[in-house]
């Protein structure tokens, strides 16, 4: 059965913490990795990862995919209370299937 | 360009109820999925077209109809509401450049909340 997990579920941190999100995945006919930042509506996208051991960056936030220990990370520097959302993973496997993770819920402190 | 759009945002049904849930996009995205989100779950897909005319089964498609006549359009139906579909429903819409290849600009419609009582 494809699968993703995220961990850790749930994380409080203190503005300027760094943190480590964790996706772990088995799924067939994998073709990418995908993150998203969900707040209050839609998921919105952040990176996708098709490649391992290529680092992808946007701002703060950065991402990294492992292919053969089928795991991804997303890190975030110098945490703001803006990046309070549900971060979700997903793999995107066979015929236009995304399988998701059940979200890592991060709470930035002032 | 509006992107995904959804219709309702929100909706109320009793048991027993149908209805159709509206999905259109404007940037002629070859591929379009219906999602439901339910606390500590993710999102699980529903249904999935790979183009007009072909639809397909996901994880969770009991209890739901689709169809894509059109590339822009995607409606969910429901045919007969239980409260077991009390969810929050999203539409995406994304495309690929190779068949076979990664998939790019999924988009997520702002989702239709539906409770059913």
């Known amino acids: 059965e494809d699968k993703v997990v995220q961990s850790p579920l749930s994380l409080v941190v203190h503005e300027g913490d760094t943190v480590t999100l964790n996706c772990s995945y088995e799924?067939?006919?994998?073709?990418?990795l995908l993150w998203y930042k969900q707040e209050k509506k839609a998921p919105t996208f952040l990176f996708m990862l098709?490649?391992?051991?290529i680092e992808k960056k946007s701002g703060r936030l950065s991402s990294i995919l492992d292919k053969k220990e089928l795991f991804s990370i997303l890190n975030i520097t110098a945490t703001q209370t803006g990046d309070s959302a549900v971060y979700l993973c997903a793999v995107h496997q066979g015929a236009q299937k995304l399988v998701f993770g059940q979200g890592t819920r991060l709470t930035i402190n002032p | 360009n509006a992107g995904v759009t959804q219709t309702p945002k929100f909706q109320v049904l009793k048991t027993g109820q149908s209805m159709t849930l509206q999905c259109a996009q404007d940037?002629?995205?070859?591929?379009m999925s219906w999602y439901r989100q339910d606390p500590g779950m993710g999102l699980r897909l529903i249904h999935y077209s790979v183009g007009a005319g072909i639809t397909d089964q996901g994880e969770v498609p009991n209890g739901y109809n689709v169809s894509r006549s059109t590339t822009e359009d995607f409606p969910l139906r429901l045919l007969s509401a239980a409260p077991s579909q009390t969810s929050v429903y999203f539409c995406?819409?994304?495309?690929?450049?190779?068949?076979?290849?990664?998939?790019?600009?999924?988009?997520f419609g702002s989702g239709t909340r539906l409770t059913v009582v």
């Open positions: 799924v067939t006919n994998f073709r990418s």
């Open positions: 940037m002629n995205h070859e591929y």
């Open positions: 098709t490649s391992s051991g």
């Open positions: 995406a819409s994304s495309y690929s450049i190779n068949f076979g290849g990664p998939v790019y600009g999924y988009t």
